[in-house]
């Protein structure tokens, strides 16, 4: 058996996944912010097949959707260091299975890609993907397969990090869902501000992109790291997917294999 070795490059976090199929058999976090050289990014590489009793053998390519340019030359090099592939990297010119109509194709994040990709393909609707990234991306995919349409807001954890970070007494915060949204007190207080105000934004966005695109029966598919915080506590979004970049890239990959 041979995996498919997925990397999903954010701006925080960079996860790596071994997909079998459309499953993800194995996942890696590593933080993106760290500057590490090739051969510290092969030691994690080998690490996380190790946790797994797989080699270098067991893989069938890698495939890698980035935001972040700088940290590429040296994950690429660790890739071929270390795993003795070549990488398909993920962007605008790759065939990912479905049209891209914004104004400027170009500029559109490869995550953006990935996730519309595996939306489209698993589900089999138009849909809204509304990732919860470091920003939170919400995109419209159509019965089409057309990508047209897009919001972009800041994510849950910067906003956490907005109110910290401009006022001189309040604290950092865990971000998670107090039991009322009556806190009683100045951290439940921002718990409750932050996350129930972030509901509302979603439910919001959701319904008035449903709106103005008349598709009310459109499916709403939540990723990301917070995601599943936001996605337990509203109506407005049918799905969450933690391996929704994993899926797409196994799908990309795919349509682009005999390249």
């Given at each position: 058996m041979?995996?498919l070795?997925?990397?999903d490059?954010?701006?925080?976090?960079?996860k790596m996944?071994l997909?079998?199929g459309?499953?993800?058999i194995g996942?890696?976090?590593?933080?993106?912010?760290?500057?590490?050289t090739?051969?510290?990014?092969?030691?994690?590489l080998?690490?996380?097949?190790?946790?797994?009793?797989?080699?270098?053998d067991?893989?069938?390519?890698?495939?890698?959707?980035?935001?972040?340019?700088k940290?590429?030359y040296s994950?690429t090099?660790a890739?071929?260091?270390?795993?003795h592939?070549?990488?398909?990297?993920?962007n605008?010119?790759i065939?990912?299975?479905v049209t891209?109509?914004t104004?400027?194709?170009?500029?559109?994040?490869?995550?953006?890609?990935?996730d519309?990709?595996?939306?489209y393909?698993?589900?089999?609707?138009?849909?809204?993907?509304?990732?919860f990234?470091?920003?939170?991306?919400?995109?419209?995919?159509?019965?089409?397969?057309?990508f047209?349409?897009?919001?972009?807001s800041?994510?849950?954890?910067?906003?956490?990090?907005a109110?910290?970070?401009?006022?001189?007494?309040?604290?950092?915060?865990?971000?998670?869902?107090?039991d009322?949204?009556l806190?009683?007190?100045?951290?439940?207080?921002?718990?409750?501000?932050?996350?129930?105000?972030?509901?509302?934004?979603v439910?919001?966005?959701?319904?008035?992109?449903k709106?103005?695109?008349?598709?009310?029966d459109?499916?709403?598919?939540?990723?990301?790291?917070?995601?599943?915080?936001i996605?337990?506590?509203?109506?407005?979004i049918?799905?969450?997917?933690?391996?929704?970049?994993?899926?797409?890239?196994?799908i990309?990959?795919?349509?682009?294999?005999?390249k």
């Amino acid at each position: 058996m041979a995996y498919l070795f997925t990397m999903d490059v954010g701006n925080t976090h960079i996860k790596m996944q071994l997909m079998d199929g459309n499953k993800a058999i194995g996942t890696f976090r590593l933080t993106t912010k760290n500057p590490r050289t090739s051969d510290e990014f092969g030691i994690c590489l080998r690490e996380f097949l190790n946790a797994y009793e797989l080699t270098k053998d067991d893989i069938l390519d890698v495939v890698i959707s980035s935001v972040v340019p700088k940290i590429m030359y040296s994950l690429t090099s660790a890739v071929r260091k270390y795993i003795h592939k070549d990488p398909i990297i993920i962007n605008s010119d790759i065939n990912t299975g479905v049209t891209v109509k914004t104004e400027n194709p170009r500029a559109v994040g490869a995550d953006r890609l990935v996730d519309v990709a595996a939306a489209y393909y698993t589900y089999h609707n138009s849909c809204i993907i509304v990732d919860f990234g470091t920003a939170t991306t919400f995109d419209y995919v159509s019965k089409d397969g057309v990508f047209q349409y897009t919001v972009i807001s800041p994510g849950i954890g910067i906003s956490a990090n907005a109110l910290t970070s401009q006022t001189a007494k309040l604290p950092d915060i865990e971000i998670k869902k107090p039991d009322s949204i009556l806190g009683k007190d100045t951290i439940t207080g921002m718990q409750s501000g932050v996350v129930y105000g972030y509901i509302g934004q979603v439910e919001y966005i959701i319904r008035r992109m449903k709106e103005e695109l008349n598709d009310p029966d459109c499916t709403v598919v939540a990723t990301g790291g917070l995601g599943r915080i936001i996605a337990e506590e509203t109506d407005a979004i049918d799905i969450y997917d933690p391996d929704l970049a994993g899926k797409g890239m196994m799908i990309i990959y795919n349509f682009n294999r005999e390249k």
